[in-house]
């Protein structure tokens, strides 16, 4: 992967490329943290300067890229310190000379947004890579606040852009970029869990910290299906407070040796590769990177049919889709692809093809990069170096590499 790179000191001679900053919250293995690494690790840096930033660098992904600036939130995001915190990042893209700077989650568009206008930064994004239903009501006017600052704001999916509009966003604030899947993602790679015959693996790939993933409907739906077809096996792969609760829940609906809980997992397209048939059940979702890195592998996926999946899961061609919460549609869909291992092979092709043609980190990125440039035309961004907020360019604090 490109590493980020280290920081322009201060005297060192201009350069024609326009400095990109993107910032996220934190470095877990959420669907918008790994968009964050994966389209700074994309960025051509020979067209730009590229700085990345975060509230806290925690998460397994820190390994996936080499420096990061930390501005902590320090408590409230609306509290005293968040603001010296804002004033020591906006001090830093002076310094910096951010022609971009692009805020990738709700915390980071809290935090950045504000900050990069206080900066004059030429081109401000936020993004929306949720519906939005998770967000009190507080949270999502303060979001839809700091959004009014933007010039533009990237949704991965229209769902999404399509909640900001009924919020009162006009829509020519919104552009879409769907997520972008690795070249790795397409490589065929071994099975984590060895290959037995006759067996039909099914695996659900989500953070076990919020009851909407809807875990407990995956389980019951396996319980349904479990004593009827004894080559079926379940997989859960992920982590979080809820673990022990759906071990729990496992063990009381007797599925203890069918299930198999791997935890926390890296090697996603190991773990792909040892599935049949991946679901997500969750009642909320924008763009979810399980269902593209699903098709990428050629595994099919059952979803519920909420937010932006009916985008990406053409119902009956590359899986199946079921409406919230409906358990018998949802178990009645696993059962049809579970024994029609022709019709897998089938979903499962056109899905790679799809996901490589629509997805693709090439694809995705060069929307990106067309994104920048075009919004630094419009203002007609020069690459002469930013006048520093006067006094306080070698004052900033709180920025932790």
Not at 23 to 52: C, H, P, W, Y
Not at 164 to 187: A, C, H, M, Y
Not at 245 to 256: F, H, M, P, S
Request: net charge positive; charged share 25%; glycine share 8%.
């Amino acid at each position: 992967m490109k590493p980020a790179e280290p920081p322009i000191q201060t005297g060192e001679a201009e350069s024609w490329r326009p400095g990109i900053f993107l910032m996220t919250n934190t470095l877990e293995t959420g669907g918008s943290e790994r968009q964050f690494v994966t389209i700074a690790n994309a960025l051509d840096r020979e067209k730009f300067r590229v700085s990345l930033g975060c509230l806290s660098p925690i998460g397994p992904l820190r390994a996936d890229i080499q420096s990061i600036e930390q501005f902590p939130a320090r408590g409230s995001l609306f509290g005293l310190r968040s603001w010296l915190s804002r004033l020591a990042l906006a001090l830093f893209l002076r310094r910096q000379r951010i022609a971009v700077a692009h805020a990738f989650d709700f915390y980071s568009n809290l935090m950045l947004i504000p900050a990069a206008k206080l900066a004059g930064v030429p081109v401000v994004l936020g993004s929306h890579r949720q519906i939005g239903d998770l967000l009190t009501p507080r949270q999502f006017q303060a979001q839809n606040a700091a959004f009014r600052l933007c010039d533009r704001i990237v949704c991965n999916s229209a769902a999404a852009a399509g909640r900001l509009e009924q919020s009162g966003i006009r829509r020519s604030k919104f552009v879409v970029i769907p997520n972008g899947l690795p070249d790795e993602l397409f490589t065929a790679t071994p099975p984590a869990l060895p290959r037995e015959p006759n067996v039909v693996r099914i695996g659900m790939i989500s953070r076990m910290n919020h009851p909407v993933k809807r875990h407990d409907l995956f389980l019951r739906v396996a319980a349904r299906l479990a004593h009827r077809f004894p080559q079926l096996q379940f997989v859960l792969v992920g982590d979080g407070p809820l673990r022990a609760g759906l071990e729990g829940l496992v063990a009381r609906l007797e599925l203890t040796d069918r299930v198999h809980f791997l935890g926390e997992r890296r090697d996603i397209p190991a773990v792909l590769a040892s599935l049949d048939i991946t679901v997500l059940p969750s009642s909320s979702e924008s763009l979810s990177n399980v269902i593209l890195e699903s098709m990428a592998a050629g595994v099919p996926v059952v979803a519920a049919r909420v937010g932006g999946n009916p985008e990406v899961v053409e119902d009956g061609t590359t899986g199946f889709l079921f409406n919230p919460g409906d358990e018998e549609a949802f178990g009645a869909l696993l059962e049809r692809l579970a024994l029609q291992l022709e019709l897998r092979q089938k979903f499962g092709s056109t899905a790679r093809e799809r996901a490589r043609t629509e997805h693709s980190i090439a694809r995705v990125r060069d929307r990106y990069q067309e994104l920048y440039r075009g919004l630094l035309e419009e203002k007609g961004y020069s690459a002469a170096p930013l006048k520093v907020l006067a006094g306080c360019a070698d004052k900033s604090e709180g920025m932790v590499r």
